[in-house]
């Protein structure tokens, strides 16, 4: 009993020296910083209420080499600002997420303190992964306009995916607290479903995606790694991932969707003899799009990536549609997808748009940002808009959301 015993204490003194080190650690990272904030060139930080909200389940503080990699990447830029003189915030907090939309709510905290602040500037600094960055912006973009603009966000890529921060390597979000760095605004995308809108005529709160929203293949490819990532090590989910969607046509039914869109089609698929070659009708800003398809992809803007960079809208478009194909034309499209060349095959249909209506029988798979929910036959007519930008992040002078 005793040898047990003491087995036991050694195990929850391990546990308790690993935690201990992880929160000297996390210590250490939250003053080099503080510190580089201080310097930044880009707002004038002696103004600025300066919060950093932190997951620490993220894959840039869950994996140790990443963790020693974001030490030395601060190091770097601390040893290259040295000369810059520093100003310190009105305020400065580190706010830690425990739980699912945990978020959300450090979010509503933070619009009840600007609202009895009228003129006070913010800086959010999200230190964690899309998951998290996507609850805090989905509660932060729900304030009236005139509160969301005193907040200026810098995502860093601190996450597995990545796919919507302010630049993919550490070093380049960083980067733009000083001579590369300009305030930008963003859009953001709203999607209303028809259930919704029965039980708020008024105004129905919808969702909100802030890089991309999508319905289909891909959701269902979010949707699974959302479920595997929490029962295999590693990354040897993605091993079991590609077999999963080999077999998605055989889960979810592919029906025919109709999309009514204000805008303007870029590319539009040649009369062929595929199988599934979409019917497209082009009228004045508007288009109608009818067929059977793999996915619907629908960025705040064009040039975005989803899924770990892959370059769904390789362009200016914001709209990409893929119709349904065979296994094989699939396989070889995943490649293509990667570095944006998927727009040369006839299967795909980009398009610019800031209003769609998608009709559409069947149940199916949406996510946004990697948060992934099941749509049914009831959700339908489903309404996708894109808003006005009102976001403020930082981003480049030189226009790259990445580099």
């Avoid at 509660?139 to 302010?166: M, Q, S």
């Avoid at 995943?334 to 748009?353: D, N, W």
């Avoid at 749509?375 to 959301?401: A, M, N, Q, T, W």
Wanted: hydrophobic content about 40%; charged content about 25%; proline content about 4%.
């Amino acid at each position: 009993m005793g040898k047990i015993f003491d087995e036991a204490t050694r195990a929850i003194y391990k546990i308790v020296l690993l935690l201990y080190n992880y929160h000297m650690e996390l210590s250490s990272l939250e003053q080099k910083l503080k510190i580089l904030i201080s310097r930044s060139r880009v707002m004038n930080i002696s103004t600025v209420a300066v919060r950093v909200i932190v997951n620490p389940f993220a894959g840039g503080f869950s994996r140790a080499l990443k963790f020693e990699q974001t030490h030395g990447i601060l190091d770097k830029l601390l040893a290259e600002t040295e000369e810059l003189p520093e100003q310190k915030p009105i305020s400065w907090e580190v706010l830690t997420t425990t739980a699912s939309r945990h978020a959300t709510q450090i979010a509503n905290d933070l619009l009840e303190k600007a609202a009895l602040q009228s003129n006070q500037q913010w800086l959010v600094i999200l230190a964690c992964g899309d998951g998290t960055t996507w609850e805090f912006l989905d509660g932060l973009t729900r304030a009236p306009a005139e509160i969301v603009e005193r907040f200026t966000i810098l995502r860093l890529p601190l996450g597995t995916g990545n796919d919507g921060t302010d630049g993919w390597t550490l070093e380049d979000s960083l980067s733009r607290l000083f001579d590369e760095g300009v305030i930008l605004k963003q859009p953001y995308v709203t999607i209303h479903t028809a259930k919704q809108s029965k039980q708020s005529k008024a105004s129905p709160s919808g969702f909100r995606a802030f890089n991309i929203v999508s319905i289909g293949l891909d959701a269902f490819v979010a949707h699974m790694t959302n479920k595997l990532k929490k029962k295999l090590p590693g990354d040897s989910f993605k091993l079991w991932l590609d077999l999963a969607t080999v077999f998605y046509d055989s889960i979810y039914k592919t029906g025919t969707m109709k999309i009514v869109g204000k805008g303007t089609i870029a590319t539009i698929p040649s009369e062929s003899t595929r199988k599934y070659a979409a019917h497209v009708t082009v009228g004045t800003d508007q288009f109608t799009i009818e067929g059977r398809f793999l996915l619907l992809a629908v960025g705040a803007d064009g040039r975005r990536t989803y899924g770990s960079h892959q370059f769904i809208l390789p362009d200016e478009n914001n709209v990409c549609l893929i119709e349904k194909m065979s296994l094989f034309r699939k396989i070889k499209l995943k490649t293509p997808i990667v570095s944006g060349e998927h727009k040369k095959f006839p299967e795909v249909i980009l398009a610019q748009s800031r209003e769609l209506t998608v009709y559409y029988d069947e149940t199916i798979l949406m996510q946004m940002d990697g948060e992934s929910i099941e749509l049914s036959p009831e959700d339908f007519p489903l309404v996708i808009k894109v808003s006005e930008p009102i976001l403020r992040y930082l981003g480049r002078k030189d226009g790259k959301r990445h580099v």
